[in-house]
DNA sequence: ATCTTAGCCGAACATTTGTTCGATGTCAAG
DNA sequence: CTTGACATCGAACAAATGTTCGGCTAAGAT
């Protein structure tokens, strides 16, 4: 390029590099160097990249890291495109259906999903669960819904919770109402009745935040390699 | 640590380096060089660090990208920690609503919401609407999901699509039935009537392939900016 | 007791990467 | 026509980063 060229393209040359380091962040997950910027956009020498970098800074659009290799960061990114916070894994920890115990929260899950942390108020603590069975379809979850379960040790009146029922030693899905000494579980099902069982049998595990549907089949948890197992991330 | 230190622990440092590796991405969006791995593991030397990640590499558990800085690859993350392909920006188009058309999945969104590339079988194309209205409650979508559409001209007998009416000028969420040269626009809801329409008016804009609901509120699209715009992401 | 090997270490070197500098050209403003 | 601002450029320098080297120690094997 000409020395000294003043024109409307001089802006475009730094916008081409901050969109250079977003395609070269999507693609290497890593920033790029400033002389990996100069190749990719083929100048002549790394000083008109730092040039423009400099310029860039004090617009406001980059931040650099003190003299740091690959210390170049944006300030905004295109939508979807950002590298921070992106996915919180939640532990998979099975089926919730009617007659079995789930494991505790702590235990090994047997699968994570990846939620997208901007989805989640809070992410701690969350664990993901299969429904099983069509009790709360009237609650718009269905058979083979994935749902994500805050746990928390007591819910509002009527709100949807998992429930752990010691007396049965059975795990179930309901909206849970109280009634004297009495719990009423409540399905939200036409045809089905509540259940009606003393308050102390009756253990909150958590309440259900989010329901995830797939029409296609069942949503993929996420890849299944943990450091003790070795298994290949897929 | 004593010079020569010969037992089980050294397997463990390499351990340590690869979790470090992990958090450190995790936190800061980028590999950690020699210098910052040894600082952060407060190891004297980086020839030590060096020395353990020739032993990972021979493992086959890393990577080394030449003599460049931050040149260390994992070959394999925990799950959901992974760098590579994680979300895939959607378009937010609107609501859908009858009566209301909405935008063609090329207009320019009201915003992006980001989707784990697991979740989607084929993610080329895809657009998001949120539901207004009940009329398919028995399908369990109810009003506020958040729908991803995969735009196609013609859905199996019964899928539940987004419609375009092209002699009401308005879109409507609905199950597909052919009936002679009509079309059956079924409502899942029990107090809702079908709509009947000459099948030339009848715009099939794709089908529902996601449903995702947020029980604390309005799933949050992602973040707002797109370089046109200039906003900053939130 | 001796030898071998793994792991650690500090120093130094090689290369990469960030940054500075002086020179040059172009263009708009005065 | 002159001046100042902006942008580019090659060369060189400073700092960061990757890597090598020789040495030391401890533990296991012989």
Redesign the pocket.
């Known amino acids: ?7 409307r ?3 475009d ?2 916008q081409e590099i901050l969109a250079f380091i977003v395609r070269w962040y999507q693609q290497e997950r890593t ?6 910027i100069q190749k990719g956009l083929k ?13 860039l800074e004090e617009e406001g659009l980059i931040v ?1 890291v ?7 960061r944006l300030r905004r990114w295109p939508d979807g495109l950002a590298p921070e916070a992106d996915l919180i894994p939640i532990p998979f920890l099975g089926s919730i259906a009617a007659g079995e115990p789930i494991p505790n929260p702590g235990a090994t899950p047997l699968a994570w999903i990846r939620i997208p942390r901007l989805w989640l108020v809070d992410g701690n603590g969350l664990f993901a669960l299969r429904v099983q069975g069509n009790s709360m379809v009237d609650a718009l979850v269905g058979d083979g819904d994935l749902i994500i379960v805050k746990p928390i040790p007591q819910v509002e009146e009527g709100e949807m919770a998992v429930v752990w029922l010691a007396d049965r030693h059975e795990t179930t899905l309901k909206r849970v109402y109280r009634e004297g000494d009495r719990i009423r579980l409540q399905p939200a099902h036409p045809a089905m009745t509540p259940l009606y069982v003393p308050a102390e049998v009756v253990h909150i595990q958590g309440k259900v935040v989010q329901v995830l549907r797939n029409l296609n089949g069942i949503p993929l948890p996420g890849g299944q390699y943990s450091p003790s197992t070795g298994r290949e991330d897929k």
Do not use: A, C, F, N
């Open positions: 390029m000409k020395r000294g060229h003043r024109s393209i001089r802006r040359l730094r920033y790029p160097t400033v002389r990996e100048i002549s020498s790394p000083s008109v990249v730092d040039y423009h970098l400099r310029r650099r003190g003299r740091r290799s690959r210390g170049i």
